[in-house]
């Protein structure tokens, strides 16, 4: 074979690899998504850049109930916050949370908050942090929600340390799973017979969030249907025994001791013994529960029985429920697939929780920004917008609140704006300690002023 032959003959078979290439599917290493190949981009119009925009719903008009009728009431949003909408009937969903938060003081219980989200807010980011505003300005202390033995628990959580033993994880994200032991947290764990687990929230880590370092009351939650002994330790202190009773429903060990770390031993676990994870809180104040699941897009948590959710709000009943998926859904060229496939599923998602959290408030968070590198350097991806203005329509047509995450945080260009000042990982996607910090005090003034204008509205109802 000549020179020119085996030249050309090679050049055509490295075209045809680079042309097979580009239809792999989408590649992901370490959390970051790889480029997808493609030698004829020059030649061919991004088609996630020429889908149409979504229009979002307009803004519902509030009313006031006083004793001369209806009147329209005009909120205030300071310059700079972002408001939260509110697209129930009668424009009362959020009034379930603010109205717990007038009564923070006299309540018998703390108010309570559970966010879900994805990887977003893994190992407490923005969560962390939101939770200190809260107590800060209305009290409580503890870091609420641990999962039994999270891996992440072990190191990469500042706000948690945990040493275990004996303790299996299963999550909805890996397999095996099975949907009917789920726990609210998209997980379920088995133990051994004298499994032990150690868990302390006195990080030296944890500066920014002094409240987070104690906790006032400790509740495990499990299920033992064939009943169980468990035995519970704060601070080092007398073990206590719990001789729970043979049942299929989600029971819970509550202990009414402060400290800051407490260590749970499974002495007799008894068969299908199932635990999910404690609660580290205070009696009273405001309690944020960090629920993540990397990998996730929302839709499992539909799998979750409605009777298992029930469980869980008869003992720990929340006040505010927080959606906010869509990092694994806004990537390039999944525009079309985001509104006829991905938007209906979270649809059924969010109206499903919003039925099986039905004591709770239910506010849609948005996707927050994400970005990647393109022929105009590094931007926000395309599919940002469309998913933002789907999970707006999501929650006006299932009447729950709603908040524009990704407009809160800053916008267009915000994650490549912290990852310049090293606050962002450089997948343009996740935030570091510092980034969630800043973050969430840029989404709390929302919370906050929402809260103000319920006060204003309630005295305006009342005079």
């Known amino acids: 074979m000549k020179d020119t032959e085996r030249t050309f003959f090679f050049s055509a078979l490295v075209v045809l690899l680079l042309l097979g290439l580009h239809f792999l599917p989408d590649i992901t290493i370490d959390g970051t998504e790889l ?43 300071p310059e700079g916050t972002e408001p939260i909408i509110d697209y129930s009937a009668d424009g009362t969903n959020m009034d379930i949370f603010y109205e717990a938060l007038s009564k ?14 994805d990887s977003f807010i893994e190992d407490d980011i923005v969560t962390a942090d939101i939770r200190e505003f809260f107590q800060k300005d209305f009290g409580g202390c503890g870091v609420g929600w641990v999962d039994l033995a999270n891996p992440a628990n072990k190191g990469s959580r500042r706000t948690v340390t945990q040493q275990t033993a004996g303790a299996t994880e299963y999550t909805v994200a890996g397999k095996p799973f099975d949907n009917n032991r789920t726990g609210i947290n998209e997980r379920y764990y088995t133990v051994a017979a004298g499994a032990r687990v150690t868990t302390s929230v006195s990080s030296v880590f944890n500066r920014r969030q002094p409240h987070s370092k104690h906790f006032e009351v400790t ?10 002994v468990i035995t519970a330790s704060v601070n080092g202190g007398k073990a206590v025994a719990c001789n729970a009773a043979p049942s299929p429903e989600v029971q819970m060990m509550a202990m009414n001791t402060a400290g800051n770390t407490i260590t749970y031993t499974f002495q007799k676990p008894g068969r299908g013994f199932t635990p999910f994870g404690m609660a580290l809180e205070s009696r009273r ?11 996730s897009n929302g839709l499992p948590m539909r799998r979750i029985p409605q009777q298992t959710i029930a469980g869980f709000t008869r003992l720990r009943p929340y006040d505010l429920v927080i959606f906010q998926f869509g990092l694994n859904t806004a990537t390039t060229g999944n525009s079309k697939w985001i509104k006829t496939m991905y938007i209906p599923g979270i649809k059924k998602t969010v109206s499903y929780l919003h039925k099986a959290f039905a004591g709770s408030a239910f506010l849609v968070m948005s996707v927050s920004d994400r970005a990647q590198r ?34 809160a945080m800053g916008g267009t260009g915000s994650i490549t704006g912290l990852v310049d000042r090293r606050m962002a990982n ?3 996607t996740h935030l570091s300690y510092g980034g969630g910090h800043w973050v969430a005090a840029k989404v709390y003034p929302s919370f906050k002023a929402g809260y103000r204008n319920y006060l204003r509205r309630k005295k305006l109802e009342e005079n």
């Open 35 to 77: 480029r997808r190949v493609s030698i004829l981009s020059d030649l061919f119009p991004d088609s996630s850049r020429t889908a149409q925009p979504v229009i979002p719903p307009s803004e519902p008009v509030t009313m006031a109930q006083t004793r001369h009728g209806k009147i329209k009431f005009k909120e205030e949003w």
């Open 104 to 117: 923070v003081k006299t309540m018998d219980r703390p108010v309570r908050i559970a966010w879900f989200s």
């Open 219 to 228: 509740r495990l939650f499990f299920r033992a249907p064939s009943g169980a």
């Open 285 to 295: 104040g405001v309690i944020v529960d960090c629920m993540s699941m990397r990998g």
């Open 374 to 407: 393109s022929a105009d350097g590094i931007t926000t991806i395309p599919e940002v917008y469309d998913l933002v203005a789907c999970q707006q329509q999501v929650a006006a047509d299932c009447h729950v609140a709603w908040l524009n995450f990704f407009k």
């Open 426 to 428: 450089k997948d343009y």
